[in-house]
């Protein structure tokens, strides 16, 4: 039996998860399908061998065996076809809960429908994304939310989330407890608005500089973040006592306020104003002979100075945490 851990993946906000397989030195994949002939080996009544499952039919293999309708297993996340074993790899979340308790995916066989054997493969639940549902954009408040703590094992918690009638389901491995958080959080407040932009600068007559850019406005003030929810926490205690699951999981059931929103933008400075053009001089020649300046003319006027942008607008105020109640 090749040696195998099971590694459940979570997709929690989808409500589903993965079951994938790790070999010694292997990355993660989806669990490959294990073949039955020449793994299983059975010693029968009336028969002075063992004997194995029936390879295919093509193999033309006349050595007794054991067909493969007749072998079948108790674990439900597994499908024997065709002398084949192939474990489920995408789930619903709640086909997790009879693996919740358990130490290792165990996987025992039945022949004739009597127990026969049993192997079992490493188990552990990969670390899921937080479940922190937040209120509606703008400051909202957060939702309010009923949280159900369970420690089927001393190394392992379960969280069921009611939202809105929708259940959640969070496996957790005690290792993985610190920093993981579920709960409610407020909405994040609204963005200031942008300062508008200063106006262009007058460009100059003939000779003449551009006209400075005016500055541009400030940004708005970020709108305050919203309320956290009132969370509501029941705890089923199976592995230890209450008081102890309690000390172990307050840290990671959270309500907190929503962030402040994001100040405006200060409006961008106007353009200083195009210089004027320049003017040649102009002369002519005297009775003398001698050349007469009658117009000096004039360089281009310069570009005037763009304007100052506008300041960004401050942030707005974190919303107040919520209310968690064990």
């Not at 989808?14 to 292997?26: E, I, N």
């Not at 994304?129 to 392992?156: E, H, I, K, Y």
Request: charged letters at 15%; hydrophobic letters at 35%.
């Amino acid at each position: 039996m090749p040696k195998r851990d099971i590694v459940v993946q979570q997709h929690v906000l989808q409500r589903t998860a993965t079951l994938l397989g790790a070999g010694t030195g292997t990355a993660l994949s989806v669990v490959p399908e294990l073949a039955l002939h020449g793994t299983l080996i059975a010693q029968l009544t009336g028969i002075s061998r063992p004997v194995s499952v029936c390879g295919a039919s093509k193999d033309l293999d006349p050595s007794p065996c054991l067909a493969p309708s007749a072998v079948s297993s108790d674990q439900p996340l597994v499908h024997l076809d065709g002398g084949n074993l192939r474990v489920a790899d995408e789930l619903a979340a709640r086909d997790l809960l009879p693996l919740a308790d358990q130490e290792t995916f165990a996987v025992p066989i039945r022949i004739a429908n009597a127990p026969a054997a049993s192997f079992s493969w490493g188990l552990h639940f990969a670390r899921p994304a937080d479940l922190v549902f937040s209120g509606a954009a703008n400051g909202g408040r957060g939702p309010d939310l009923t949280v159900r703590v369970a420690d089927p094992r001393p190394d392992r918690v379960t969280y069921d989330i009611d939202v809105n009638g929708l259940d959640y389901l969070a496996f957790v491995e005690r290792a993985d407890l610190a920093g993981y958080q579920v709960g409610s959080q407020g909405g994040a407040g609204f963005s200031g608005r942008g300062g508008a932009s200063g106006w262009a600068g007058s460009s100059g007559g003939q000779c003449q500089n551009g006209g400075a850019g005016g500055a541009g406005d400030d940004g708005g003030k970020g709108g305050p973040g919203g309320v956290g929810g009132t969370v509501k926490v029941a705890m089923s205690c199976r592995s230890g006592s209450c008081g102890e699951l309690e000390a172990l999981v307050r840290g990671t059931i959270v309500s907190l306020g929503g962030p402040g929103g994001r100040g405006g933008s200060g409006g961008p400075g106007g353009s200083g104003g195009i210089g004027g053009s320049s003017r040649a001089a102009t002369t002519h020649v005297a009775a003398d002979g001698s050349i007469v300046v009658d117009d000096p003319g004039c360089s281009g006027g310069a570009n005037g100075p763009s304007g100052w942008a506008g300041n960004d607008g401050s942030p707005g105020q974190p919303g107040l945490p919520g209310t968690v109640s064990f």
